[in-house]
């Protein structure tokens, strides 16, 4: 018809979906707030002295004394440098207790805090994949009950 306005059509399934950035921003920001949210909820622990098992893993470990133990650290359970026998063997905690001892001595609040911050990044580490896949609020509250 002539005189009939023309009506354009719009898909509806394109209008709905953000755009790339505006969906990397939402999951960037999602990442601060569960790495934020995360480390408050472990803070408290920052102010304790070492507990239950870390007078064997960390203060009675003779292997962490040096770097020069390492391979002993490495080839023995996680409490044979205190003398003890276990089937524990945890390599990669063996190697950050070494470097905390290293770097900080047998000061808690460090040893805490590099515990905490590792916990931190493994959260949002998950969260950056589980996004991917599924979502970034799916992913998030995944992640949240995780962390």
């Known amino acids: 018809m002539l005189g009939a306005p023309m009506i354009e ?11 790339a950035a505006g969906s990397s921003h939402r999951v960037r920001w999602l990442a601060v707030l569960l790495g934020v949210a995360t480390f408050a909820l472990f803070a408290d622990c920052l102010r304790n002295s070492f507990v239950w098992d870390d007078e064997q893993f960390i203060v009675k470990n003779s292997f962490l004394t040096s770097p020069k133990l390492l391979p002993q650290l490495l080839t023995h ?48 580490a998950i969260f950056w994949m589980l996004s991917r896949l599924f979502g970034a609020w799916p992913a998030w509250l995944a992640t949240a009950w995780y962390a």
């Open 77 to 124: 359970n996680v409490v044979a440098g205190a003398g003890l026998d276990s089937n524990l063997y945890r390599p990669v905690a063996s190697m950050t207790h070494l470097l905390d001892v290293q770097l900080w001595g047998y000061r808690p609040f460090w040893h805490h805090l590099v515990t905490v911050l590792i916990h931190v990044a493994a959260a949002v």
């Open 9 to 19: 059509r719009v898909d509806r399934t394109t209008a709905r979906q953000p755009s």
